[in-house]
C-alpha cells in the first residue's frame, strides 16, 4: 500500500520515533494525538493548550514534541515553574542524541499525553502514530485553501485501515474560526457527511499568541477576555475523557 499517497502527507523530514507512545501503552494512560498534514493550522496551539488544561484539572500529562522545530519544547522551556507541570519529551532531541534518555521517559502514572506533530511528518510515521493513539484530534482553519487540504486529509485518515473498523476517536477542531463564511460552512457540511465530530471552533484572538509567548496556556492567562476561550477546553476536554462510540466500517 503506497501510504505515502494514501495519507496525504508531504516529503518525509523527519522521521519520528515511534517507540515513545508504545514505551508507555502499558499505563493507563490517553494517548492523544494532534494531526495535520497542513503547515500552521493550529497543531502546537491545541496540544500546548490540551496539556494545559489536562494538567490543571489534576492529571499527570506529558507533552511529546515530534516535530523537529521543537515549538511544543520550547513553549514547555518557558513554563513558568508555579505552574502544573507537563513533562517533557521531545524525540527530535533524542534523534539528535542531545539529552536522550531522559526526554523519552514518560514518568510513571502518566495518565495524559498529548502529541503535538510537524506538518511534513512522514507518512509511515504518521500512520504508526494514529495507530497508538486513542484519540486523533485534527486542527483545522476554516479558509478555503485550508478546508480543501483538511478534507482530503480527513478522509484519507478515515479511510485507512488503522482508523477503519476501529474504536478510534476522531475529531476536527476549528481553530480561527468564523462562522458565517463559506468555507466554515462547506467544512461543517463535509464532516457531517462523514460522521466526524466537529468539536469545537477556536477564536481567532490574540491572547493565544500571547500564552504561546509566556509558556502557558489560555487558561492560565487569566484574562477576563479569554474567559470564553477557556470553555472550548473545558469541552474539549469533557468529549476526550467521555466519548461516544464512533466504530467505523
Ligand atoms: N486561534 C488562534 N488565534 C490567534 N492566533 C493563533 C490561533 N491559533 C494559532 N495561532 C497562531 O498561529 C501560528 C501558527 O499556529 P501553530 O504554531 O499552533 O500551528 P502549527 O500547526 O503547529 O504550525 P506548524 O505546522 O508550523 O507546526 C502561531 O503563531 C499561533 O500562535
Ligand atoms: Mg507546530
Not at 3 to 26: V, W
Not at 89 to 106: D, Y
Not at 135 to 153: C, E, K, M, N
Request: some cysteine; proline content about 4%; charged content about 20%.
Amino acid at each position: 500500500m503506497d501510504h505515502k499517497h494514501t495519507l496525504g502527507f508531504q516529503a518525509p523530514h523527519f522521521m519520528g520515533n515511534i517507540d515513545t507512545m508504545r514505551a508507555s501503552s502499558n499505563q493507563k494512560s490517553q494517548r492523544i494525538l494532534v494531526l495535520n498534514a497542513k503547515g500552521g493550522c493550529g497543531k502546537t496551539t491545541v496540544a500546548t493548550n490540551l496539556a494545559c488544561q489536562f494538567a490543571n484539572e489534576g492529571h499527570s500529562t506529558a507533552l511529546i514534541d515530534y516535530d523537529p522545530q521543537c515549538s511544543s519544547t520550547q513553549w514547555l522551556e518557558m513554563r513558568p515553574n508555579h505552574l502544573p507541570t507537563i513533562h517533557s519529551i521531545s524525540s527530535h532531541a533524542r534523534k539528535t542524541h542531545i539529552t536522550s534518555a531522559f526526554h523519552l521517559k514518560v514518568p510513571t502514572g502518566t495518565t495524559r499525553i498529548v502529541v503535538d506533530t510537524p506538518a511534513r511528518l512522514e507518512s509511515i510515521t504518521a500512520i504508526k502514530l494514529i495507530r497508538e493513539a486513542d484519540t486523533v484530534l485534527i486542527p483545522v482553519i476554516a479558509s478555503a485553501i485550508d478546508t480543501r487540504a483538511a478534507t482530503q486529509f480527513i478522509e484519507s485518515v478515515l479511510k485507512s485501515p488503522e482508523v477503519r473498523n476501529s474504536n478510534k476517536r476522531i475529531a476536527v477542531v476549528g481553530n480561527r474560526v468564523r462562522k458565517n463564511t463559506k468555507s466554515y460552512k462547506a467544512l461543517s457540511a463535509f464532516l457531517e457527511a462523514l460522521d466526524v465530530p466537529f468539536l469545537t471552533s477556536l477564536r481567532d484572538t490574540q491572547n493565544y499568541v500571547r500564552a504561546a509567548e509566556e509558556g502557558i496556556g489560555i487558561q492560565e492567562l487569566k484574562l477576563k477576555s479569554a474567559q470564553q476561550d477557556i470553555e472550548h477546553w473545558h469541552s474539549l476536554v469533557r468529549w476526550i475523557e467521555n466519548p461516544p462510540s464512533q466504530i467505523r466500517s
